[in-house]
């Protein structure tokens, strides 16, 4: 064990880390600029702190520790990565970043540019997984009354919001941007937030939780669209029930016609859909889309039903109607006027939803925030902020926000998307431009930030911040590291 | 328990990364596996201790040299002091302007001593000392100023070339300058003859008196430094063109004089962001893109 030790010798001390013993005064490092006199206290400058993966709460930065020896082998330290939350920012960025930290992961010097930056060309993408539906494509999205965004496209089993962007921030009223900052801000942040669509529900947006669709909270993802529900489940029905109905807003499912039936040979019911056929056993637009039976708006599943052909049904003949999650189902029998009775469920059937539950995903909220960085912010890394970009595209520069990773977009500026649910609490502010205040950080190795024109008079050592820095552990990403 | 220098491969497994203290070395042998690794075994083996050795005459090291007369036992001292002897009757300079590449011939020599080697580097924070096998050649890639984007440029240099180290000295670096030069490059017949030719050449780039050129005394800076008292550079304010160059032409006269002494083979020269070259720099000069990795990669920073 190597004790590092100091004598102080009035305000200045001496380093006893290596042979070389050098009296250091307040502010000045040692010759090998590795250790420094920090108010009195002996501090390790030395680039070798790397990310502190290891540890798997938040912490602080340790100003100095006593070290071990070293093995003589490869050595890797837990490390520390710093984030730019409450880093500030020097917008308009012609100076630099206020942190430019320089560490060193596994023996490369690496230069971490730490900034927040002011994003007022930023939005956030919603990802709300349900089926029911929130409203029409291009509708309005709006908060306290105000657009703040609209519907995008529907994916499977979710539906999309774009929110924010630069009209809603600054193109509109001064009250829809205030209000826009403010929704984006509680997003990122992972705050609840209600959002009303115009022509269609009201929907609470929290990351990471299920969203409520007017007023009910969302459980699961649908397993499939109706048609793909009959394909996972023909065979467990076989023999248990003579027809099923998967009612699905997109692509309901009817067993004894679709292909997969036919497979099975079973026969057919005189089953009378409503709706557009699109191939045997799928019809489209069976109902209007609502928050009913499989996104659709219907309480009653019958109403999906025309009545039955005579010449193919037959008194006693049973029928299983499911939604695409298994949270709606009944089960009926033709009565002697060929109209369906609903009766209580077989327990065998009873088994089916509730695989067909099992088999949804928990319903969830995703917020990705999404930012560009092609302007100014990218003078305050480097004096030629075009290298910075180009340092980016060709992944010698590695982004991320808060420490999370992010995806770059392929394609001009550096516009990034983060998981916000990866991001530390409150990693969000704002000021009142309005425009969004998030974190980015550029880790890239000190020789190429010196070419891209770093700001290298700036750069100070990891150790060199102050102690109050909070830390925390971050996905490793492999194949990412600058 | 003794302090043990850190040794670790660098990420691409090819390097050495050796560090002790202020040593700072970064290594590459060319050769067959068994001879890299024997080589590298070497390396890791005298640089272990080789501070210490160093330290146990650190208060004569610092002491300006004799220019006639050795008092010193180590075998790395007397190379520092034999690498700055030439210069100590004319200028202040004591062994430690020698220290970081006499260091690193060291090194180089102990790899020698263990293994057949196609070429090797031992850089040691910019002052680098080479081997080359015959028909062997290195390139050596040159950034004027680290704390800007400047010229890129490689040299080559082959077996054929009497050079064998390479130093850069200038007012950014670790250690103190007593000129205002970016950056001098000299390249020389070893890295200690280098290393001390580089510090005076870099002392020669001077505006003596000029307000532009903060100083300090380097006892300030650093307590214990050998340079005492002497006013080192801090600071560089805007200088007129022919001021750039008046600065360039004293220093380029001093390379000037230890090229035709043969105690040089060619220097650099940079000072806000001109160039002055003195005596051969290379068998092959050429300009790199900024950015271009590949072609980085293969030349050692210096």
């Not at chain 1, 012609?94 to 927040?116: H, L, R």
């Not at chain 1, 929290?206 to 669209?225: D, S």
């Not at chain 2, 390249?187 to 510090?199: C, G, K, N, P, Y």
Request: include cysteine; hydrophobic fraction near 40%.
């Amino acid at each position: 064990m190597t004790d590092v030790s100091t004598a102080a010798i009035g305000d200045k001390i001496r380093c006893d880390a290596c042979p070389v013993m050098c009296y250091i005064k307040p502010g000045a490092a040692g010759a090998c600029d590795r250790y420094a006199n920090h108010d009195g206290e002996l501090v390790r400058v030395d680039p070798h702190i790397v990310l502190e993966r290891t540890v798997s709460h938040g912490g602080r930065l340790v100003p100095f520790q006593a070290g071990g020896d070293w093995d003589g082998k490869l050595v890797h330290e837990p490390s520390v990565f710093v984030t730019a939350i409450g880093a500030g920012t020097t917008y308009p960025d012609y100076k630099p970043a206020p942190f430019i930290v320089s560490s060193e992961i596994d023996g490369v010097d690496m230069v971490t540019v730490v900034t927040e930056g002011i994003f007022s060309y930023c939005g956030v993408k919603v990802k709300i997984d349900t089926d029911r539906y929130l409203g029409p494509e291009t509708a309005t999205v709006r908060a306290q009354g105000e657009a703040i965004g609209h519907v995008t496209t529907s994916e499977y089993g979710s539906q999309m919001l774009s929110l924010g962007g630069v009209h809603h921030l600054t193109g509109g009223s001064k009250k829809e941007g205030r209000v826009t900052c403010d929704a984006l801000m509680d997003l990122s942040n992972c705050k609840p937030v209600e959002l009303t669509i115009d022509g269609g529900a009201t929907v609470v947006v929290q990351a990471g939780y299920p969203p409520i669709v007017n007023g009910v909270p969302e459980e699961r993802m649908r397993v499939g669209c109706g048609s793909a529900t009959i394909g996972m489940f023909a065979k467990q029905w076989q023999g248990k029930v003579d027809e099923v109905v998967v009612v699905d807003d997109h692509i309901t499912g009817v067993l004894s016609e679709h292909q997969a039936g036919k497979l099975l040979d079973i026969p057919d019911t005189g089953i009378k859909m409503k709706g557009r056929r699109s191939t045997p056993g799928r019809y489209f637009q069976v109902a209007e889309p609502g928050t009913g039976w499989g996104g659709t708006k219907i309480s009653d599943p019958l109403s999906v039903l025309g009545p039955f052909d005579p010449k193919e049904a037959r008194p006693g003949l049973t029928m299983l109607m499911v939604s695409t999650t298994g949270e709606h189902a009944a089960y009926y029998e033709l009565d002697e006027a060929l109209r369906p009775v609903e009766k209580p469920m077989p327990l065998d059937l009873k088994l089916s939803v509730e695989r067909i539950q099992e088999n949804c995903e928990p319903a969830m909220c995703t917020v990705l925030f999404m930012g560009g960085a092609g302007g100014s912010l990218r003078a305050g890394v480097t004096d030629n902020p075009v290298r910075l970009t180009r340092s980016v595209k060709d992944a010698l520069t590695r982004v991320t926000s808060g420490g999370a990773p992010v995806y770059v977009w392929p394609g001009g500026g550096i516009t990034f998307m983060v998981d916000v649910t990866q991001m530390p609490a409150g990693a969000f502010g704002y000021v009142p431009t309005p425009a969004l205040v998030a974190p980015i950080e550029f880790t890239l190795k000190l020789s190429d930030y010196a070419a891209l024109g770093g700001h290298m008079d700036h750069v100070r050592p990891l150790a060199s911040l102050s102690d109050n820095t909070e830390t925390r552990p971050m996905p490793y990403i492999p194949g990412r590291r600058a | 328990m003794k302090r043990v220098p850190q040794i670790a491969l660098l990420p691409d497994g090819k390097r050495l990364h050796l560090q002790d203290g202020p040593i700072d070395l970064v290594i590459e042998a060319k050769g067959s596996d068994a001879d890299v690794r024997a080589a590298y075994e070497a390396a890791a083996g005298r640089f272990t201790g080789l501070l210490d050795e160093l330290c146990t005459e650190l208060a004569g090291l610092r002491q300006p040299a004799d220019p006639a007369h050795c008092q010193l036992k180590g075998v790395v001292a007397r190379r520092m002091h034999a690498a700055v002897a030439p210069f100590a009757a004319d200028h202040f300079i004591t062994p430690m302007a020698a220290v970081a590449g006499s260091v690193a011939e060291e090194i180089l020599g102990a790899m020698l001593g263990a293994a057949r080697l196609e070429h090797a580097y031992v850089n040691n924070g910019g002052d680098i000392a080479l081997y080359l096998a015959d028909g062997e050649q290195l390139t050596v890639g040159l950034m004027d100023r680290p704390d800007r984007h400047g010229l890129l440029r490689a040299m080559t240099i082959d077996a054929d070339d009497p050079v064998r180290g390479v130093a850069t000295s200038g007012r950014h670096g670790r250690s103190f300058s007593l000129g205002i030069a970016d950056a001098v490059t000299v390249l020389a017949r070893t890295a200690s003859q280098a290393d001390a030719a580089a510090t005076i050449i870099a002392n020669a780039v001077d505006l003596p008196g000029h307000p532009a050129v903060i100083r300090c005394p380097a006892n300030e800076l650093q307590l214990d430094s050998d340079l005492g008292a002497r006013l080192v550079t801090r600071d560089l304010g805007a200088l007129r063109e022919n001021e750039i160059e008046q600065a360039l032409r004293a220093g380029a006269g001093q390379a000037q004089q230890l090229f035709a002494a043969g105690l040089i083979e060619g220097a650099t020269l940079r000072l806000l962001g001109e160039t002055v070259a003195v005596g051969t720099t290379g068998t092959e000069t050429r300009a790199l893109p900024a950015l271009h990795r590949n072609a980085i990669q293969d030349t050692v920073h210096v």
